[in-house]
């Protein structure tokens, strides 16, 4: 529902950052993509979306794998506090279990190639938006508008609403990850019996127990960090995808400028 709360939004998205950049704006390519945000705010949006849905799972899935962490740094500590407290090696439920780091493996793979599709569609969409409006933009050129303006438009048109929006994704996926599993991890420690060293007649059947120890392992209790740097790290590897994608897509502007448009039909 989260998800799909951000893919309805992104409409939203765009047409409130074109009035914002409207109102805010002294620039001539600015004022160019806040009109044309403002006046189809779902064009690209799609795309947009899907890219967002990757957003959300990705950093989710980041809080999860924090998670994860820390619950198998959390079993580390209490198997030592175990070997402490009964001189013997970590106990049955004490050693870390590679599984789920290993699945949430699996999942950034997922995440990283749904990115890569969807900054491809975005390149589709930046390319077509440059083509469909060829005869607007030779117009614009032939009336002294440089190509550069019109690059900057179209960039700010890609990014005005691209930055609050992978942001409100970010902020969604960790909330996600971080609500379901909850801030802390908890490993139980409790009251343990062990075999004295040197005592051959530990836990035997009608043995008198004197050579069983008792001994207390406290609770281990660690807080999940916030993991401010995968999420960096996946907001910048967005913006580098999405940057590259507008990059390319800006390459047919100078084919789509030409005075020879204005004589299409």
């Known amino acids: 529902m989260a998800a799909l709360g951000v893919v309805l939004g992104t409409g939203w998205i765009s047409h409130a950052t074109g009035r914002v950049l ?5 620039r001539p390519a600015p004022l160019l993509a806040a009109r044309r945000l403002t006046a189809d705010p779902w064009h690209g949006s799609r795309t947009l979306a899907a890219l967002l849905v990757a957003v959300v799972f990705g950093t989710g899935a980041a809080a999860v794998r924090a998670y994860f962490t820390t ?3 959390a079993r580390r500590e209490a198997g030592r506090l175990y070997a402490e407290a009964t001189g013997e090696e970590d106990g049955p439920g004490y050693e870390p279990d590679p599984f789920y780091l290993d699945a949430m493996d699996v999942v950034d793979t997922a995440v990283t190639v749904g990115l890569v599709i969807a900054a491809a569609g975005l390149l589709v969409t930046v390319a077509e938006a440059v083509v469909a409006r060829r005869r607007t933009h030779a117009a614009l050129t032939a009336a002294g508008v440089p190509r550069s303006v019109l690059g900057r ?25 971080r609500g379901y599993f909850g801030p802390e991890v908890v490993e139980h420690g ?3 019996e062990f075999c004295v060293t040197g005592s051959d ?12 120890g008792h001994a207390e392992v406290p609770d281990v209790v660690r807080t999940v960090p916030v993991p401010l740097d995968d999420l960096a790290l996946h907001g910048l590897g967005v913006m580098a995808l999405v940057a590259a ?10 084919s789509g400028t030409s ?3 204005l004589r299409t039909g």
């Open 153 to 177: 438009a179209l960039a700010w048109q890609t990014f005005a609403p691209l930055v609050p929006a992978v942001l409100l994704a970010t902020a969604v996926g960790t909330l996600m990850g």
């Open 245 to 254: 994608a507008t990059g390319l897509g800006l390459l047919f502007l100078r």
């Open 259 to 261: 005075v020879e448009e």
């Open 22 to 26: 409207h109102r805010l704006a002294r």
């Open 190 to 192: 409790g009251p343990v």
């Open 201 to 212: 007649d530990c836990f035997v059947p009608g043995a008198s127990g004197e050579g069983i």
């Open 71 to 73: 619950a198998d740094e």
